[in-house]
Each structure stands twice: as structure tokens, then as C-alpha cells.
């Protein structure tokens, strides 16, 4: 939801808001006044009241502790997809539990350290999960292109191979990223793809229980441009994702020299690569849209490319309210030039007073023309959004999860 600061807000906080609940380097989980579109309370875990600055300036740290597992996640949008999947996790390991354990049956060996699941394979295709079959014809049909030499974006490993269309299936029944992060949810998928290739377990899958409800897209809004994504992702493996995003960049009018490196970084998954590449066809008539690309292909750590992804879409969400007419990569966010507007995407958790955020008030003041807005991905403290009125700018909150 969008949050406009208004003169009476402005009039109160100076009046009686000196200072706001965040401090230099630890914050109160009470100070961040979530939106709906976060769950921060449930059975399935605890999220703990000392927040703390990440090492990425406008970022925060948390710490969650569920039945399973204690996790750190950096970044707000991280902590939405993880609250995810330890729901998930929380609801498989019961159901697991009620069965007695026979989902799990045969998924203790290595798929790479036996040909038993191969074997059963060729043997039952029938009994194997759906999709296993598929993923066996592919290994045959990828033999007339052996030698072409594959980019590191497309190389998958044997095991994903002959499990990962399984693992597709798997995480889009749970509503989870099959290319997450989180080790726990990895390790349940892979033993229940790995019990479906030995035939094992297949009906007891069916019967895990998540309500519908808890499902969400991977991304963290569920628009239509996430939905059609996620689509592709969950019906294509890595090499040919690679190569079906490869040939939409390039019909975008991107160089080789820039969609190669782009699709290689190992700081996009093959998932966010592709959110990437959908909001680049919304923003594509844009001028300066082109070098949006340069710049992601470009990012030297994870932060770099979360924050580029977080800015685009961002602007791609809400191309369709405004004409895009020019659109500028700065340090500080993506500012998109309007017909009637000029706005500062910037990609943060929250903007305070900090060094950061008199950074953006600094650069603003010099890039101002007319309607100025700033729309940041997270919180906007009361001061700083009384900070920017001042200077005839607005100010609108949880942009990315609303």
C-alpha cells in the first residue's frame, strides 16, 4: 500500500517526533510497521524483536527461529520469502510425521553415488513421478549438441538433471522457489524427488496438505508479469530457461556482450534472471531503458543485483499508471521521468536520517524538476519524509509489497 505524507503529518512529526525508533546500528521489530502482505506471527516461528542494520546501508537483518531451524536473512523481501517456505517446511515435517516417514523411503543414497534410480527409470518409467520420463528423453535428445560449448548460465549438474523436474513439480505445488537458498527446503525436495525417481513415496506426496491460501508467488508482489514468469520457471529447466531469456534479450535489441554476462552472474538465480528479463519488456520503449541491463550485468556483489532487481520491478509494476518516458540508473535508485512526474525508485528496506538517506536528500535537490516523489521499496521514517517535504518532494512507502 502507498502511504503519501500529507502538511498536517509534516506539522505533528516535527512537533512531537524529534527522532524516530531506529537507532545507528539495531532497530525494534515494533518500530517497522509492516504491511498486510507480511505475516510476521505464527506457530510455525518467531521472528526476534532486536532488528539489526545489514552491512548494506538501508538494508536490516533478521533473526527467525522456528521448530526446525534458526535462520539469519538479510533484506525484507528475503525475510517475506522465507516466512514462506518455513511455513512450508513446518507443514511438510508434520504431515512427514503422520505418515511415517515412507515419503522419505529410498532418498538416503546419492543420486550421483548409484544408477539404481537410473535404472528403475528405464525399467519403470511408468512408476517413476511425473516428469522423470521427460527428463530422461532429454538427456538423449541434448547428445546432437554435445559440442556446443555451454555458457555457465545453462550448465546443470547430473543430479538436476534427473531430479529437477520433479523439484519443479514439487515447489509448485508448495508455492516455494525450487531455486532457493534456504538448505533445509533444498534438502526435503530433493529426498522427495529422489523417493518419486525410485518409485517410492509417490502416493504419499499427493497427500502433504498446504493451504491454499499460504501459497505465493516467489517474487514478492503476485502480478501478472510475476505470474507469467513464474509459469515459464516452473515449466522449464535451467539450460533451456537460459537460452529461452538468452533470445527474449536479444529480440529486445540487447547485445550478446551484455545479456552473456548478465544471464551468467552468479548473483541472479535463474528464476530472478528471468522476473528480470519480463520486467524489461514493460519498460523497453523507455529512453535509457537499455542501459537498465548494462548495469545488472555489471553487479560486483549480491546487494548490487538485489537492488537493481527490486528498482525494475518496481517500475515495472506500476508502468501501466504513467507513461515512462526516460528512465536513469543512479547509485541510489532508478529514477523514472513521467509525463506529469518525475520518481526516485530506490530499492531499501527503510530511509531514515541516516548517511544514506541524506545522501538521496543531497542528490534530489540537484535532479529536481517539477512533481517529484520518492517511492522506496520498504519503510520511510516519519523524519525523513518530513525532511523531504521541505524540499517540495514526496514520499510513498512499501512500494515493493504492496
Known sequence: MKHPISFLTVLILTATFPAFLFSASEFSLEAIKFPESFQITSSSYQIDSRVKE????????????????????????????????????????????????????????????TGEGFVNL????????????????????????????????????????????????????????????????????????H????????????????????????????????????????????????????????GMGFQETEAGPFLNSNYFSPRE????????????????????????????????????????????EHVSEMKYQKITCLDTGLLVEAVHQTILMTPFDYLDRSALGDQILSQISKIKTGAFEIWNAGQITKDFSAAAFVKGVKTRAWILFS
Open 54 to 113: 545489514s552491512d548494506a546501508p538501508g538494508f536490516l537483518k533478521f533473526h527467525v527461529t522456528s521448530p526446525h531451524a534458526q535462520y539469519d536473512m538479510e533484506g525484507l523481501a528475503n525475510l517475506k520469502k522465507l516466512l514462506h517456505e518455513i511455513e512450508v517446511i513446518e507443514q511438510i515435517l508434520k504431515n512427514r510425521a503422520g505418515t511415517g516417514d515412507g515419503v522419505f523411503d529410498g532418498a538416503a543414497d546419492s543420486i550421483e553415488a
Open 273 to 316: 534472471a528471468t522476473y528480470f528479463r519480463f520486467y524489461l519488456e514493460q519498460l523497453k520503449e523507455a529512453e535509457g531503458a537499455l542501459e537498465i541491463l548494462k548495469r545488472a550485468a555489471q553487479a560486483k556483489s549480491v546487494w548490487d543485483a538485489r537492488k537493481i532487481l527490486y528498482e525494475v520491478q518496481m517500475a515495472a
Open 122 to 193: 528405464v525399467s519403470h518409467p511408468v512408476d517413476s513421478a511425473k516428469g522423470i520420463g521427460k527428463a530422461a528423453r532429454k538427456l538423449g535428445q541434448g547428445i546432437g549438441g554435445i559440442f556446443r560449448k555451454k555458457e555457465s548460465g545453462e550448465k546443470s549438474t547430473f543430479s538436476e538433471k534427473m531430479l529437477g523436474s520433479s523439484e519443479r513439480e514439487l515447489a509448485k505445488q508448495f508455492g516455494v522457489d525450487v531455486y532457493s537458498e534456504n538448505p533445509n527446503l533444498q534438502a526435503i525436495l530433493k529426498k522427495m524427488a
Open 195 to 250: 523417493a518419486r525417481l525410485g518409485g517410492k513415496g509417490i502416493a504419499a506426496v499427493g497427500t502433504f496438505l498446504v493451504p491454499v491460501s499460504a501459497l505465493v508467488s516467489a517474487a514478492v508482489t503476485a502480478s501478472g508479469v510475476n505470474s507469467a514468469a513464474d509459469q515459464l520457471v516452473n515449466d522449464k529447466d535451467r539450460a533451456d530457461l537460459f537460452l529461452e531469456n538468452k533470445k527474449a534479450l536479444l
